[in-house]
């Protein structure tokens, strides 16, 4: 700001902007969970967020990972999954060296006792075998390197209008890729607007059926936007665009969702990226902030909000589902208490089993893409942070017993 | 005579290293010089400089008249600078030699009555020789926005000179808008000012490390005069060698502040723009509208 322009801000505003409002909130609220980390992720919060290129593998995008890989940026979703592929190699190994050379340390090679060491890791953080087949998912996703601030091009079409990528906040990814879609899911994202994960959930190209649900008119407006811009009409009828309030999703499974079901179909997967704080869009953005004094009511509401929400998300998963609880809020009251609630309400009132999958190893896979919390009871949280700025992105994957 | 200038200037601080050469033996008794030279010498040494001194002097604007330049070496001297400094002041800005000697005594007298004198001139002037090539107009100029908007009082004004003489040389308009970024943005006073010598740093710097600090929290305009948190002295911010700053001020990394410096450049130029955007924004107004239209794309 202008020195002129604040001095006059600073003599005449008459209230206190809502940015300034939701910052005092975050400070207040966080200092305590984030300790020393938390000058790190204001700063963050308050500096121009990072984005990270979709492809869209509906369009011809052949070009992209030419134009990019001599910029520097790689697709973190492959180089995650290379990852993940070693240390099943290495797991391997490790099973075999210790099998036959119990006790001597003689012909293990550095990079086999380094293999054994990170598969003993994800051996700890009870890795299941298709997290290398979910990682290796056709989900496409370009970065610049930690550090580099460079920007994305704005997304070009292609000869049938469709655009190459989707620029979106990189973190907003690994719900998606937590949900773990598999060929011919049936796939409901409740709250789905404006799109960016909806598009991701497409990309997988293994949705059977995707049901998109958002409760407001204006902003499945951008949803339609997304689909067209993006999506051929033969995918597009794979999908389903609702505008019910997502807390009365049971009483309208009977209706146009199943119609196309068929007989006999399960929901197997359930994405709930609940409304929240926003906190990156509060604390820079005036526009439709949250923190304004007439929505004081609504942002004191939002937790028994996101709560309903989820536990809908469950009521509509049947046994064996998954469900991927998600917000972009730093906020334990919006995250880990709302999740820890919904698991006592479906325990207690509907008599509903769930169990809470560990994601740790995202935290290993991604590390170097992202900032990730260390200390969240459960569920996995990304941290803003200057060299990685995306974010916050908090996520939790359930399970339905 | 040498070794009594070097002995002389030992109380001074940072000497450059030339003076901490070894002098040359004098001549045992006069020996050949050249023709040119020898009067010339005799004059500097008669006004105080050493056999040595007198000859590098000699080496600088050769084609210079003799007068010239025993009038403003000796002018020079008579500001209260040393033989020493006055040569190394010389050396590092030969052009001096050629200012008129008159302007010389004028701008000495005027820096002089704006409080530096003595030891003080001597260091201003060493440390920016461009100091008495500064029109005086331009002087004064910084002196009033110092005084009168700024709003200084004459110790502390002093204090500024010997400390960042390069103010004098600034545009006002450059100083005012770091002074005013202080003042509001940082609420800061003039004492604080001075003593951490804020028109010693570079205002991007300042500017990147103070909204480094804010943007962590770790520094709050005041509202009122108070804040929530306590700020850190102006002095630590601006005098800590980076990495210092970083460790114990802000609490974070090189690799951090790195990218943040990036970012904020962008910002700025990016704001520019947009301001420069409605300037022109503006102009079009003022078009007549029967005419062009301005392609502002």
């Known amino acids: ?401 | 005579m040498a070794a009594r200038a070097l002995l002389s200037g030992a109380g001074r601080a940072l000497l450059p290293a030339r003076a901490l050469l070894p002098a040359r033996a004098l001549p045992a008794g006069p020996g050949p010089c050249p023709r040119r030279g020898c009067g010339e010498a005799a004059a500097l040494r008669a006004a105080g400089f050493s056999q040595e001194q007198a000859r590098r002097l000699l080496a600088l604007q050769p084609r210079l008249g003799p007068e010239q330049r025993e009038a403003a070496a000796a002018q020079l001297l008579l500001l209260g600078l040393s033989a020493e400094a006055a040569l190394a002041l010389l050396e590092r800005s030969p052009a001096l030699l050629r200012l008129p000697t008159e302007r010389l005594r004028e701008r000495a007298e005027e820096l002089r009555r704006l409080g530096l004198d003595g030891g003080r001139l001597e260091r201003a002037v060493r440390r920016s020789p461009q100091l008495l090539h500064v029109p005086r107009k331009r002087l004064r100029a910084a002196v009033r926005l110092l005084r009168e908007r700024c709003l200084f009082t004459a110790e502390q004004l002093r204090e500024v000179l010997g400390t960042c003489p390069a103010v004098l040389q600034e545009e006002p308009r450059t100083l005012h808008h770091q002074f005013q970024y202080a003042y509001f943005r940082m609420g800061v006073q003039q004492k604080e000012m001075v003593k951490a010598r804020l028109f010693q740093t570079p205002f991007a710097e300042l500017r990147n490390r103070h909204i480094f600090l804010e943007r962590r929290g770790l520094y709050e305009t005041p509202h009122k005069g108070q804040t929530q948190i306590s700020n850190p002295k102006l002095k630590d911010i601006l005098q800590l060698p980076e990495e210092d700053f970083l460790a114990s001020l802000a609490y974070s990394t090189p690799e951090e502040y790195e990218v943040f410096k990036k970012l904020l450049a962008r910002e700025e130029e990016e704001k520019e723009e947009e301001d420069v955007d409605a300037l022109y924004a503006e102009d079009d107004d003022d078009l007549d509208s029967g005419g062009s239209e301005t392609a502002r794309e």
């Open chain 1, 1 to 401: 700001m202008q020195i002129q322009t604040f001095i006059i801000w600073a003599a005449t505003a008459p209230r206190i902007p809502s940015t300034r409002l939701a910052l005092h909130h975050f400070d207040t609220s966080y200092s305590l969970r984030l300790g020393a980390l938390r000058p790190s992720v204001r700063a963050g919060l308050l500096c121009e967020q990072k984005y990270g290129a979709l492809l869209n593998n509906f369009a011809a995008a052949d070009h992209v990972p030419q134009e990019l890989e001599p910029l520097n940026a790689a697709d973190f979703v492959s180089e995650a999954s290379q990852k993940a592929q070693q240390w099943q190699r290495g797991a391997a190994v490790g099973a075999a060296a210790r099998g036959c050379q119990e006790g001597s340390g003689e012909g293990r090679t550095v990079m086999q006792a380094e293999m054994m060491a990170q598969a003993e890791m994800m051996a700890q953080a009870e890795m299941s075998p298709p997290l290398g087949a979910s990682i290796s998912s056709k989900i496409k996703c370009y970065t610049f390197p930690r550090g580099d601030i460079t920007r994305f091009r704005p997304a070009r079409p292609d000869s049938l209008g469709l655009l190459d990528y989707y620029l979106m906040d990189a973190a907003s990814l690994l719900p998606v890729l937590a949900l773990n879609v598999q060929p011919g899911d049936f796939v409901l994202d409740l709250c789905a607007a404006p799109g960016g994960k909806t598009l991701a959930l497409l990309q997988t190209g293994f949705c059977g059926h995707l049901a998109a649900n958002d409760i407001s008119i204006s902003r499945t407006k951008r949803l339609y936007q997304i689909l067209h811009s993006y999506v051929p009409r033969e995918v597009r009828d794979t999908v389903s665009v609702t505008s019910y309030d997502g807390r009365d999703w049971d009483q309208v499974k009977g209706g146009t969702f199943h119609k196309g079901a068929g007989a006999g179909s399960l929901l197997l997967q359930v994405l709930v990226d609940v409304p929240c704080t926003t906190d990156r869009h509060s604390a820079t953005e005036e526009d439709n902030n949250i923190f304004h004094k007439r929505r004081t009511k609504e942002r004191q509401m939002l937790p028994m909000l996101q709560l309903q929400l989820l536990m809908a998300g469950i009521l509509a998963a049947k046994p064996g589902a998954e469900v991927v609880y998600s917000t972009c809020s730093l906020s334990p009251l919006q995250n880990e208490c709302v999740v820890e609630r919904a698991l006592d309400i479906a325990e207690a009132q509907f008599n509903i089993s769930i169990h809470v999958e560990d994601l740790s190893h995202f935290r290993t896979l991604f590390q170097d893409t992202f900032s990730f919390f260390s200390d969240c009871r459960l569920g996995e949280l990304v941290l803003p942070h200057l060299t990685a700025n995306f974010g916050p992105m908090y996520f939790c994957k359930l399970r339905r017993m």
